[in-house]
């Protein structure tokens, strides 16, 4: 595939690799194979050698969990990225990281190497509920991960937070959500609890083991969270991510406004052009595919106008700021009243959409019921 090089891309690596399978996990992530990881990174450097030149302003490197990697070995990667791509002065560089993965040498080497943005995965600062998910660390190892973060140099901290765990009462809620935001962090990503089949927690919530939150608590959960992380001076740009003025991750903005970007690793998606195309999952698949050129031998999607056009809307909708006519009218040439006029006038009548300016946005009732208000703007 013919690859346009007059665009700045967004990359995304996948480091698949962890200490230990978290107990509600599904992602791509592969416990007790960090032995394959040199093997690993030399394949994701010819995978990316496929698109050696491409201008690039954020970088992700995200996983699975990429501080499992040497310091050396992670540091030759960013090198790698710099060397392919041709990087913005301002490019942001984000690394995924576990807690107890990575010290404050650690963090330095990284500081040193042009990273520039972490997001740690703290997800709760309840001991009892790390536990049960299977996390690695504890509370008091996450707040510690922050500081020596902060003294390698870093300004810019996302911390993830997970909600609607099985037993959590409001009142632990609320104690993580305070101790989160006395770290002070730049930028938080809070997620309820998605549980998975053929996960161990969800079989455990099967059983009847563990009980989780009903739906109201959960609800009751998200909304002192915004609250919360409002009256501590952070935006809510997203349904699920907050910041600080001037710190929205800068990467996750594009894949809500479909900006391009570059997929590497073990099921890595891209989304160049009207192509969108997935990595194969599975380690030993991905190494045979990675030797392939960009698209060739993966599982790939050509998108018509009528999936564009929705995707713009159920992904731009997930933004607080919401989707722009003007910019829906520059990108199809078609009034976004026009191509959807069934659903914008059916959830503005229920009070779940509403127009602020040329912005069609969720509401507050909208965010509760965000993937049914989001299924009706699919086109057939
Ligand atoms: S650290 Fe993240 S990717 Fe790894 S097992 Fe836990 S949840 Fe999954």
């Not at 990174?41 to 990697?69: F, N, R």
């Amino acid at each position: 595939m013919k690859i346009d090089q007059t665009k700045v891309y967004g990359i995304y690596v996948h480091i698949p690799f962890c200490l230990q399978k978290c107990a509600y996990c599904d992602f791509t992530s592969y416990p007790g194979e960090l032995s394959r990881a040199d093997y690993y990174l030399e394949t994701l450097k010819k995978e990316m050698s496929y698109y050696q030149g491409i201008s690039a302003d954020t970088v992700y490197i995200g996983g699975g969990t990429p501080t499992c990697l040497s310091k050396n070995q992670l540091c030759s990667l960013v090198d790698a990225i710099k060397r392919n791509f041709t990087l913005t002065e301002d490019c942001e560089i984000t690394v995924e990281c576990n807690p107890k993965t990575a010290d404050e040498a650690y963090f330095s080497a990284l500081f040193l190497q042009g990273v520039n943005r972490l997001s740690i995965g703290t997800q709760s600062f309840c001991d009892k509920e790390l536990s049960m998910l299977g996390r690695v660390h504890n509370a008091e190892e996450a707040k510690q991960c922050v500081q020596m973060a902060k003294n390698a140099g870093f300004t810019n901290i996302n911390l993830d937070l997970m909600f609607g765990l099985p037993g959590q009462s409001m009142a632990s809620f609320m104690q993580s959500v305070s101790e989160l935001i006395s770290l002070a962090p730049t930028h938080i990503s809070a997620y309820s609890l998605i549980l998975e089949e053929d996960t161990p927690l969800y079989s455990r919530v099967d059983s009847g083991e563990l009980v989780l939150p009903d739906e109201d608590v959960e609800r009751s959960m998200y909304r002192v969270l915004v609250d919360e992380l409002s009256k501590a001076g952070y935006q809510q740009y997203e349904i699920s991510n907050f910041s600080l003025p001037g710190f929205e991750s800068r990467h996750n903005n594009k894949y809500w406004e479909r900006a391009p970007y570059i997929g590497l690793g073990a099921a890595a998606h891209s989304h160049i052009g009207m192509l969108r195309f997935a990595n194969p999952d599975e380690l030993d698949r991905y190494i045979k595919t990675a030797k392939l050129p960009p698209a060739e031998g993966r599982e790939t999607e050509f998108l018509t106008e009528k999936d564009a056009m929705s995707e713009f809307m159920f992904l731009g909708l997930r933004k607080m700021r919401g989707v722009s006519q003007k910019q829906f009218y520059e990108s199809f040439g078609k009034p976004m009243t026009e191509v959807f006029s069934e659903p914008i006038q059916k959830h503005c009548q229920r009070n779940l959409l509403e127009w602020k300016d040329d912005h069609l946005c969720l509401t507050n009732r909208g965010i509760d019921v965000s993937n049914s208000v989001f299924c009706e703007f699919l086109l057939d």
